[in-house]
């Protein structure tokens, strides 16, 4: 696909907490995340970075889409489902201990919102982290 035509897809997400089956990610979430719930957020990216891992920033500040991180078909293939104005289950964050978020699943649907949206993502936080994440993290509630 070239450049030119990747700039102009703009991510799709579920917004609705009902539209998103967790038993359909096996192998994604142990199941404590998957048992306790989940709310659907969104932030500007220059919250979300101040709140992820050091590591994962960087990797979602980078503006190169095909790094050598990042799996190329997934990668292609969100971005056809952008194209096609599917929607997507937004990137699952989680707490990682030390009040930052990493990535549980959805590392490719970040980088390429990243490229694509540069000024907010839409996210799921899981309930068993809500009490330690709203200390450093204030996103906003969507669903």
């Keep these: 696909m070239p450049i030119e035509e990747i700039k102009l897809i703009k991510p799709v997400w579920h917004t609705k907490t009902t539209d998103i089956n967790l038993a359909l990610q096996p192998d ?3 199941d404590k995340y998957v048992d306790s719930g989940f ?9 979300l970075h101040l709140a992820l891992e050091p590591t994962y920033s960087k990797l979602y500040s980078d503006c190169n889409l095909w790094t050598k991180n990042q799996d190329h078909d997934k990668i292609a293939r969100v971005l056809d489902n952008w194209k096609n104005k599917t929607p997507l289950i937004p990137p699952m964050l989680i707490d990682n201990g030390y009040n930052k978020l990493v990535p549980a699943d959805g590392k490719h649907r970040i980088k390429v919102a990243s ?6 993502i839409t996210f799921i936080l899981f ?3 809500l009490l330690t994440t709203k200390t450093y993290f204030q996103p906003t509630l969507i669903h």
Excluded at 115 to 120: A, H, N, P, Q, S
């Design 39 to 47: 709310h659907i957020y969104k932030t500007s990216w220059s919250n």
């Design 115 to 120: 490229i694509l949206d540069k000024t907010e």
């Design 127 to 129: 309930k068993i982290d």
């Design 28 to 30: 994604q979430l142990i």
